[in-house]
């Protein structure tokens, strides 16, 4: 299987340390076709917008799942490289709002993005989308979420009475921004952010050895790494403290050993801010895309 090769790439983003929360690039948004769409029942957190490229024939699209520690962030603004693409007419993007963990700890979250993606693929032909060529992309919390929907099994099943729950939650590209993979790394790399362990039901400084190991597995999109995973592509910054980049090492080490076509794309001297998905590092994105699902 064809791999990408790592890349390397000098990006004037902001040093800014942030706080698991993506910045969006500060141009012009497009509006939503659909708002507030319910793709589930059990929270009002449950909502989808749509944003559909004009097109005659079926585009792709990108489901956009937003950062904030997995405890805050909206769906409402989209990353300047995803507007774009559904500006040009080749791209639609569903952007997706999920349970936090003030309301519910993992796999809530999980839950709602796959639940998100079967959603998507049940309206593709009323809203002009392939069904076959749909990624998932997102920023920090947002990123841990795209690699976890885009790495575990098929959740679809063919005996459900709920036909949503009939479709496939599988991908076929995704691309992370500062995304956590691998929660065994607070063993060994200090984690001072509490949305680790606030993702798991835990209170904030919970010692590590504490914290179910089963748990800290299943949450970890790096546990679900199998030779048939869709294309995926990681950017870091190499100064970031908040995601160390040892997470995105790990997993890009992961995947290449399993076979999976996969690209790391190294911003040297960023920090958190690489999850606002700017600049160059958002250009690289939509090429990705264009590689792996914008070419029937």
């Known amino acids: 299987m064809r791999r990408f090769q790592r890349l ?5 983003l902001p040093l800014l340390l942030l706080v698991l929360v993506p910045m969006t690039a500060s141009c012009q948004q497009i509006p939503p076709t659909h708002r507030d769409l319910a793709y589930d029942n059990q929270h009002a957190s449950q909502r989808l917008d749509v944003y559909l490229a004009k097109s ?4 792709p699209a990108m489901v956009y ?3 904030g520690g997995w405890r805050g962030g909206s769906k409402n603004r989209l990353p300047q490289w995803l507007s774009n693409a559904v500006a040009q007419g080749w791209l639609s993007v569903v952007s997706v709002e999920y349970r936090f963990t003030d309301v519910a700890p993992h796999p809530a979250q999980t839950d709602d993005c796959l639940r998100a993606i079967q959603f998507v693929r049940s309206n593709a032909a009323a809203w002009n989308i392939d069904p076959d060529r749909i990624g998932v992309t997102g920023g920090s919390a947002g990123g841990h979420l795209s690699l976890w929907v885009a790495l575990h099994d098929d959740v679809a099943d ?9 479709q496939s939650s599988r991908v076929a590209c995704a691309v992370s921004f500062a995304g956590p993979t691998d929660w ?3 063993s060994d790399i200090e984690h001072k952010h509490p949305a680790y362990r606030q993702l798991l039901g835990y209170q904030p400084g919970t010692a590590v050895a504490e914290m179910d190991a089963d748990k800290m597995k299943d949450v970890s999109p790096i546990s679900f790494v199998s030779s048939d995973d869709p294309p995926i592509m990681q950017v870091h910054g190499d100064a970031d403290d908040i995601v160390p980049i040892k997470h995105a090492r790990r997993m890009d080490k992961q995947l290449q ?3 999976v076509t996969a690209e790391l794309v190294v911003v040297p001297g960023a920090n958190h801010g690489v999850a606002g998905a ?3 590092a958002g250009k690289r994105a939509s090429e990705f895309v264009l590689e792996t699902i914008g070419k029937k």
Do not use: C, F, N
Request: proline share 7%.
């Open 184 to 186: 065994s790394l607070l």
């Open 8 to 12: 390397s790439l000098s990006i004037g």
């Open 257 to 259: 050993e399993a076979g």
């Open 65 to 67: 799942i937003h950062g």
């Open 158 to 166: 063919a005996q459900a009475t709920d036909p949503i729950k009939k």
């Open 278 to 280: 700017g600049g160059d």
């Open 56 to 59: 005659e024939t079926p585009v």
